[in-house]
């Protein structure tokens, strides 16, 4: 993997949660549950498009869904906000444990 692999799959991952923290809430609290959907389509549909369409990020072969990102970035951000790691720690295992059946279940398919 070459250093611009590295710095393009860093900025691929870190876009996604970034999007989610700054607008899903927004998106939510502006237009309700129709914001909801919404943010899923535009935030998750352009990222996954960013990320994998255009190649932004180098994938080696594993089988490791976006969710993995997501539940990193907005695990450390919380953190970084001076949430409480406790609280947050059971979402980010269930990003993980999610992310990973995730990209198993694409795997099989693919």
Same mark, same amino acid.
């Not at 250093?3 to 989610?20: C, D, E, K, R």
């Not at 549909?45 to 869904?65: E, K, R, S, V």
């Given at each position: 993997?070459?250093?611009? /692999?590295?710095?393009?799959?860093?900025? +691929?991952?870190?876009i996604?949660?970034?999007? $989610?923290?700054?607008?899903?809430?927004?998106?939510?609290? /502006?237009?309700? /549950?129709? +914001? =909801?959907?919404?943010?899923?389509g535009?935030?998750v549909?352009?990222?996954?498009?960013?990320n994998?369409?255009? /190649?932004?990020?180098?994938?080696? +072969?594993a089988?490791?869904?976006?969710?993995?990102?997501?539940?990193? =970035?907005?695990?450390?951000?919380?953190?970084?906000?001076?949430?409480?790691?406790?609280k947050?720690f059971p979402?980010? $295992?269930?990003a993980?444990v +999610? =992310?990973?059946?995730?990209?198993?279940?694409?795997?099989?398919?693919?």
């Amino acid at each position: 993997m070459t250093f611009q /692999n590295i710095v393009a799959t860093f900025a +691929g991952a870190f876009i996604f949660p970034f999007l $989610i923290r700054m607008l899903w809430g927004k998106m939510v609290e /502006n237009w309700g /549950n129709i +914001g =909801g959907w919404m943010a899923a389509g535009f935030i998750v549909g352009t990222t996954w498009t960013l990320n994998h369409g255009l /190649n932004m990020i180098f994938q080696t +072969g594993a089988w490791i869904d976006m969710a993995w990102a997501a539940g990193i =970035g907005l695990f450390v951000a919380s953190l970084v906000s001076g949430d409480s790691f406790s609280k947050g720690f059971p979402d980010y $295992i269930s990003a993980l444990v +999610g =992310g990973t059946l995730g990209g198993f279940i694409l795997s099989c398919f693919l």
